[in-house]
């Protein structure tokens, strides 16, 4: 393991310091994030986590440890309760990502442990609580707090689904991929009177959060909001304003988070950045080994009537349903790994289920076998192939679905080896759902292609996605000559609706 922070090139090059916040802030800026590059006018870095799985291959147990540590965070701000799992918990998480080899284990014994031991009157409290993750990079981690509250879980998403009404709809103004919908197939799940709460990778001046929480609020006024984040950097500006929008609200809107701060940067950061973005952002094609292998597609069974993930809800049913499938799943696929460098790699939004999938390959797998997850993104990142820097090497595929903003570039991060052969994955385990399993998927330079060129032997395994029923159309009274209607079909457009607008949009 490097000693070289991974923040270190970009923190050098724009002069950029982390600064410590609280006190109490459980853990360091610099355990959780490194920095990168990307091309942006307003902001040239990228701060990119140590433990989402999504730019940085990493050890499943750090990612989902990660998560219910958070998840214990705000279980207890919504009990109103210290457990003494932060304490106990960051020092684990610290030891797991310095490489102890036991504490991201015993990391995920202390949450479970915590989990198993609420409040007495947490049942009744929990039947209100409604956990919302952000797409596409905290949709595993809003799972993993959902996990350790027990709560039913949301989050939105890019993909529209022919026939399913949207319960709200927002755009980021600042981000790569602006379009955010909701689509619950229960909408009581956004008006439940108990605390909402919103998870997301990073907190940089609160004001996505801000934005969800008035347009829900608008609709379905609740007195308490809990905002979940890896990494808290918002400034005393930021804070004020957002205390500023919860009295307006005559709401308590509140922040838990693993690590708190802010980065310090010199007037000519931007400037700098932008020319540091010219001279390194080029993509270096794979140069693909001889010999080189075609995908295996892995066969799935015991997957019916299971849902993936969040998309559309998920309860407390969903959860077991989905640990028993995933269970399944891995036992097939573990017999077919036969190296001793694995990555199990998600699908930009779908990265529950293949998380789930590689914890579990971890625990039948030899200790011999390094197993790692990540995701593919829509993120735009700069890779540059030196020590202290968080990307190292990035591939470059056309989309492979039908978001509901049209189709782009994807990328995968720290995937292809680079300049460090030891960095070469021998398996590469990648998890789509069936709507991602097109034509572009497995085009001559698409993500399988490449990734060939990048392993000993990619394997393909395909989830069914759940489809929420669409509504059906009211039928009018039957009558001799009135024959009665028929529930109208996924493809037939529904009635118009007026959903719901958020600030900005």
């Not at 990168?36 to 999504?54: F, Y």
């Not at 080899?101 to 609420?118: I, Q, S, V, W």
């Amino acid at each position: 393991m490097s000693n070289v922070w991974g923040g270190q090139w970009v923190a050098d090059r724009l002069r950029l310091r982390l600064a410590a916040g609280s006190p109490a802030s459980p853990l360091a800026l610099a355990d959780l994030v490194g920095l990168a590059l990307r091309r942006n006018p307003r902001r040239a870095h990228l701060l990119v986590s140590t433990v989402l799985g999504k730019h940085v291959p990493t050890d499943p147990a750090i990612v989902y440890g990660a998560g219910r540590l958070l998840g214990a965070l705000a279980a207890d701000r919504v009990a109103g309760r210290d457990s003494g799992v932060a304490a106990a918990g960051t020092l684990l998480l610290r030891s797991a990502l310095q490489g102890s080899p036991d504490a991201a284990a015993k990391l995920l014994a202390t949450c479970a442990e915590h989990a198993d031991n609420p409040p007495a009157d947490w049942a009744a409290v929990i039947e209100s609580v409604t956990v919302l993750g952000y797409a596409e990079t905290a949709t595993a981690l809003g799972h993993a707090v959902a996990d350790a509250l027990g709560a039913d879980y949301l989050h939105s998403t890019r993909r529209h689904p022919p026939g399913v009404p949207e319960a709200g709809r927002f755009e980021e103004e600042h981000s790569h991929a602006t379009r955010h919908l909701l689509l619950p197939e229960d909408a009581t799940m956004l008006a439940r009177s108990g605390p909402l709460l919103l998870v997301d990778d990073e907190l940089s001046t609160g004001q996505t959060a801000l934005n969800t929480i008035v347009a829900l609020h608008s609709r379905a006024p609740r007195p308490r909001y809990v905002i979940a984040t890896l990494v808290d950097l918002r400034s005393a500006a930021d804070r004020a304003r957002m205390a500023s929008v919860a009295a307006s609200l005559g709401a308590e809107i509140s922040v838990v988070a693993l690590a708190e701060g802010h980065l310090e940067l010199p007037p000519d950061a931007a400037s700098i950045g932008k020319q540091l973005v010219a001279d390194h952002d080029h993509d270096r094609p794979t140069d693909p080994p001889a010999g080189r292998t075609t995908p295996r597609r892995l066969p799935l069974t015991g997957w019916h009537g299971v849902r993936e993930g969040g998309r559309h809800g998920f309860n407390h049913h969903d959860r077991a349903a989905l640990r028993a499938a995933t269970g399944r799943v891995a036992a097939q696929a573990a017999g077919l790994l036969t190296g001793d460098r694995v990555l199990v790699l998600g699908f930009e939004e779908l990265m529950y289920a293949p998380l789930l999938i590689a914890q579990r390959l971890k625990d039948l797998l030899p200790d011999t076998v390094d197993i790692r997850f990540s995701s593919t993104t829509r993120s735009p990142v700069v890779a540059v192939d030196e020590p202290g820097y968080a990307i190292r090497t990035r591939l470059t595929f056309r989309s492979h679905d039908d978001p509901a903003d049209g189709p782009g570039p994807r990328f995968a991060y720290n995937v292809a080896p680079g300049s460090d052969p030891g960095r070469r994955f021998t398996d590469i385990l990648v998890i789509v759902d069936d709507a991602g399993d097109t034509a572009s998927l497995h085009a001559p330079g698409g993500l399988l292609d490449q990734l060939t060129g990048c392993c000993d032997q990619v394997h393909l395994l395909a989830l069914p996605s759940h489809l929420p029923l669409p509504e059906p159309t009211p039928c009018p009274p039957v009558t001799p000559s009135i024959p009665a209607c028929q529930n109208r079909s996924a493809d037939q457009p529904l009635a118009a609706t007026t959903p719901m607008r958020w600030p900005g949009s």
